[in-house]
């Protein structure tokens, strides 16, 4: 769905999307929404729904209505209607489906309150918004020193320019109320226009920034994900799932949302389980649950002096020994309604594709030990020769020849031999 911007260049490396998120086939824009009834027409008795749906910076959308009639579609630069000013955004839904959207939101259902689209944006205008856009990483950066010399507890996470500039529109979190009077009377001074304070959750701070989650994919809140429901440690406990906080967390310190995709799943599979904390009576004695694989459909159970020996059993079998516990039976031992595990066979290893043995590493030759040993003493002794200290010099002492060194006597026999 991507527009021809976003391809690879001549090198292989991607290019990036060059218009910005302005993009004509609306693929590289956040939240986007298919628009499965373009290609249908209504019936003749029926007039088009006259609103849209205008998408702003980093995924904040409105609705508006068209009073003056213009043939829009996804893609286009609008000039909208705000207090005070202009705004200009990028049209992301038209047609029937905006009204399933304003329904879906609980956004009443009546254009004439809706805020009006102006027409479609010049080329000045665009060029205005993109110089106020270029700004607010240099403003944010300003108002973030602010906030630090005033001394307040808040992070400034984004902030947002009107399309005309008239109004500055700041995006703070923070985790007690901030009272920030004296800080919008600065921000007032410093950048000459109107400021708007707006406080976002945790949630809703990582939807706008966006980043990469720990699936390697784009987080799922700033690509589609429009609802955020509450998560809670329940629904790792459910799933089996460490109770780990580093690997729970997503990028906005709190719980995945991924974490409630599969609950209804496992619920499902868990309905055929039995209750955990329900022990197993036998004549051999009390067992107790250890662990459950709801993949397999399996239950580990110990007795309560061997807690070292699992068996396993499947639900079914344990349902059973409890229905059988309910009416007053004991069977002999857990060991009957065991799950018998077969041992794989050994397949021995075929060279089938002219490799070597794999246990050709294991036994090295001695040839090359003998050669690095003498390497490594060679070394060694260099090493000691050059650590030495240097003695001082003394002075050689003349050889002897050999004319005047006198012949080794014999050593005298022992009287006792």
Request: charged share 30%; with cysteine; aromatic share 8%.
């Amino acid at each position: 769905m991507g527009c021809n911007s976003c391809a690879s260049s001549t090198g292989g490396q991607p290019k990036g999307c060059k218009n910005n998120g302005t993009c004509g086939t609306d693929g590289c824009n956040k939240l986007t929404v298919f628009d499965w009834l373009s290609n249908m027409s209504l019936p003749a008795s029926m007039e088009p729904f006259n609103a849209v749906e205008v998408r702003f910076k980093n995924g904040r959308k409105e609705f508006f209505q068209n009073p003056e009639n213009l043939t829009l579609s996804i893609g286009d630069i609008v000039a909208t209607e705000t207090s005070p000013g202009h705004d200009i955004g990028i049209i992301t839904l038209t047609g029937e489906l905006v009204r399933v959207q304003m329904k879906k939101k609980r956004i009443p259902l009546k254009i004439e309150a809706l805020p009006k689209i102006y027409r479609k944006a010049s080329q000045k205008d665009i060029d205005i918004w993109q110089s106020y856009r270029e700004r607010e990483s240099s403003v944010q950066k300003r108002s973030r020193e602010i906030a630090i010399r005033l001394g307040l507890q808040m992070k400034i996470s984004d902030v947002e320019f009107q399309g005309d500039g008239s109004k500055v529109i700041f995006y703070y979190t923070a985790d007690e109320r901030v009272d920030f009077r004296e800080l919008i009377k600065e921000f007032a001074r410093t950048f000459n226009s109107r400021i708007e304070m707006k406080q976002v959750g945790f949630r809703q701070e990582a939807a706008r920034l966006g980043g990469i989650g720990s699936c390697g994919r784009e987080l799922c809140c700033s690509t589609w994900l429009t609802d955020f429901r509450s998560v809670n440690t329940t629904a790792a406990r459910y799933q089996q799932l460490s109770l780990n906080p580093q690997k729970l967390a997503g990028q906005c310190g709190k719980l995945k949302c991924c974490l409630n995709y599969e609950l209804d799943t496992y619920l499902e599979a868990l309905e055929s389980f039995p209750n955990t904390e329900t022990k197993l009576q036998t004549e051999k004695g009390t067992a107790s649950c250890q662990k459950i694989d709801i993949f397999k459909g399996r239950l580990w159970y110990a007795y309560e002096k061997e807690g070292m020996n699992w068996h396993e059993l499947s639900a079914e079998k344990a349902n059973h020994i409890i229905e059988q516990n309910k009416i007053g039976k004991k069977p002999m031992a857990l060991e009957e309604f065991a799950v018998e595990i077969p041992n794989p066979e050994k397949t021995p290893f075929n060279d089938v594709v002219g490799q070597d043995s794999l246990t050709r590493f294991d036994q090295p030759k001695q040839k090359g030990k003998s050669r690095r040993n003498k390497s490594r003493n060679k070394s060694k002794s260099k090493n000691a020769v050059t650590a030495t200290p240097a003695a001082s010099p003394a002075k050689k002492r003349p050889r002897k020849s050999n004319k005047n060194r006198k012949p080794n006597k014999p050593n005298k026999p022992n009287k006792n031999e």
